[in-house]
T-cell receptor, first 110, second 114 residues
Framework: QKEVEQNSGPLSVPEGAIASLNCTYS??????FFWYRQYSGKSPELIMF????GDKEDGRFTAQLNKASQYVSLLIRDSQPSDSATYLC??????????FGSGTRLQVQP | DAGVIQSPRHEVTEMGQEVTLRCKPI?????LFWYRQTMMRGLELLIY????????DSGMPEDRFSAKMPNASFSTLKIQPSEPRDSAVYFC????????????FGPGTRLTVL
């Protein structure tokens, strides 16, 4: 079992819709969770992170954690074509380094 | 700050040749990470350093891979001998300290081994 799993997609949503991205993680001791965005041919960049004590909203982005089910979600409201990218979920299991999922490709259709 | 700098940006080599990838982290960052990204395996951590000391190299695929950090501003990842299955994008990233929430990635080196 991979430590962090994501559906590879592509997830296709129309412009203006809500895009919902999910990942599951295996280490129950994980305390912090990250979402990175990676445009094609570019390097990953951090867009949001949350700790195990709560959800977080930042503009059009909301990150949510379900500890009981061990999954993290990223909601993108009012999706724009510029949001089209691969979204990487990453988990920090205790004191170890980040572990990344393989990413979900999001396509926002104009 | 210029961000994380990697060189070369592209490398094409033949099987059996030695390849050296270079990274300059952001000044003041204590942690440096080397990743490999492929379509099949996603983004994999190869090794990371804290204050120039290797902390976890369990992701290094085999003895053909080696990494060094001789000082706080420079690291190398070497593959000797290279094989076609090593073809990937190799990213270097740095972060400020252990509890830092953000790793800053370099632009990557696209390696093609023929």
């Amino acid at each position: 079992q991979k430590e962090v799993e994501q559906n590879s997609g592509p997830l296709s949503v129309p412009e203006g819709a809500i895009a919902s991205l999910n990942c599951t993680y295996s280490d129950r001791g994980s305390q912090s969770f990250f979402w990175y965005r990676q445009y094609s041919g570019k390097s990953p960049e951090l867009i949001m992170f949350i700790y195990s004590n709560g959800d977080k909203e930042d503009g059009r982005f909301t990150a949510q954690l379900n500890k009981a089910s061990q999954y993290v979600s990223l909601l993108i409201r009012d999706s724009q074509p510029s949001d089209s990218a691969t979204y990487l979920c990453a988990v920090k299991p205790g004191r170890r380094a980040l572990t990344f999922g393989s990413g979900t490709r999001l396509q926002v259709q104009p | 700050d210029a961000g994380v700098i990697q060189s070369p940006r592209h490398e094409v080599t033949e099987m059996g040749q030695e390849v050296t990838l270079r990274c300059k982290p952001i000044s003041g960052h204590d942690y440096l990470f080397w990743y490999r990204q492929t379509m099949m395996r996603g983004l994999e951590l190869l090794i990371y350093f804290n204050n120039n000391v290797p902390i976890d190299d369990s992701g290094m695929p085999e003895d053909r891979f080696s990494a060094k950090m001789p000082n706080a501003s420079f690291s190398t990842l070497k593959i000797q001998p290279s094989e076609p299955r090593d073809s990937a994008v190799y990213f270097c990233a740095s972060s400020l300290f252990a509890g830092s929430n953000e790793q800053f990635f370099g632009p990557g080196t696209r390696l093609t081994v023929l």
